[in-house]
């Protein structure tokens, strides 16, 4: 099996009878328990590479209901198996789809990332994080499911939204969604989600990218030459206005970004020298700490 061969489908086990069918239908397996530290059942995601069918080019996941229909509607297809069977967290799915816009790069690797401190080598390594706690709200181990696409890639353009009302014009347009919502356990109605697409032209990627919690930020942000995401990503919550902000001119071409919701993982990054925005998501409300982190 040729690493450079697309994946052409994706499956989950919950069970060991599950695991026997897989492994018999000539699924290869990922073996790191999902449900890692959790107590739960032993879910194990599972892959094909099969000549001559058409190449998987994004996956995301879903965490509550609301998220489903937008997946559905733009042609996503789901494994319905839950992520965090057999505990009490969020039910996660698994959704993944045979993209055919300009910024869909087929999958070609996939590996699963259980403690922070392996998250930056992988970052350095061309690997794209997928935003989705697998043991969301369940406890045990922060795992994260990692992409390498078919060629090197790079992130074009950031966009956001505070509901679910546009989700499937969102991926239609190519996005993919960091399945994180910037307003975590910080109340409020609204999820508020970050998007990017992807490009495999270095010289139309985002080169900078940066966070204002106060309006002197947004001021001095603006004098510096960023382009604001003109929504708060602090919508709904009470505390303070937040933005993104990014730039296109510059050395850099950011390849990956992360939502980083782990203490240990604020850390390990800043100590691989990745970029690390010290400005917390969520200023101003009790909702999660969270920073970002680019390369």
């Known amino acids: 099996m040729a690493s450079g061969q697309p994946i052409t489908k994706l499956d989950v086990s919950t069970s060991q009878e599950e695991e026997q069918i897989l492994g018999a239908q000539g699924y290869h397996l990922i073996n790191v328990n999902l449900n890692e530290g959790a107590r739960g059942n032993q879910v194990l995601l599972w892959f094909k590479k099969e000549s001559g069918k058409t190449p998987v080019t994004r996956i995301e996941f879903s965490f509550t209901d609301k998220m489903k229909p937008g997946l559905a509607d733009a042609g996503y297809e789901v494994v319905n198996r839950d992520l965090n069977a057999g505990v009490c967290g969020d039910h996660i799915f698994l959704w993944y789809l045979y993209g055919s ?17 392996e998250e930056p080598a992988l970052l350095k390594d061309d690997w794209e994080r997928l935003g989705c ?6 406890g045990g181990n922060i795992i994260y499911l990692w992409v390498k696409r078919e060629k090197t890639s790079y992130i074009h353009e950031i966009a956001a939204t505070v509901d679910f009302s546009s989700d499937k014009h969102m991926f239609e347009l190519g996005f993919t969604r960091v399945c994180e919502n910037t307003t975590r ?31 002197q930020e947004e001021s001095k942000l603006q004098k510096e030459g960023y382009k604001k995401i003109s929504v708060d990503l602090n919508k709904g919550t009470g505390g303070n206005v937040v933005y993104l902000w990014h730039k296109k001119e510059g050395d850099q071409s950011i390849q990956a970004m992360a939502l980083l919701i782990n203490h ?23 909702g999660w700490k969270m920073y970002m982190a680019y390369m």
């Open 101 to 117: 816009t300009k910024y869909d790069i087929p999958i070609v690797d996939l590996t699963v990332s259980k403690d922070a401190n």
């Open 133 to 138: 706690d697998l043991n969301r709200n369940a």
């Open 185 to 215: 356990n910080a109340g409020g109605q609204n999820y508020v989600f970050l998007w990017y697409r992807r490009t495999t032209d270095k010289s139309k990627a985002l080169t900078d990218l940066n966070i204002s919690t106060s309006l």
């Open 264 to 286: 240990y993982a604020w850390i390990e990054y800043k100590k691989a020298g990745i970029n690390f925005i010290e400005k917390n998501l969520n200023e101003g409300n009790k």
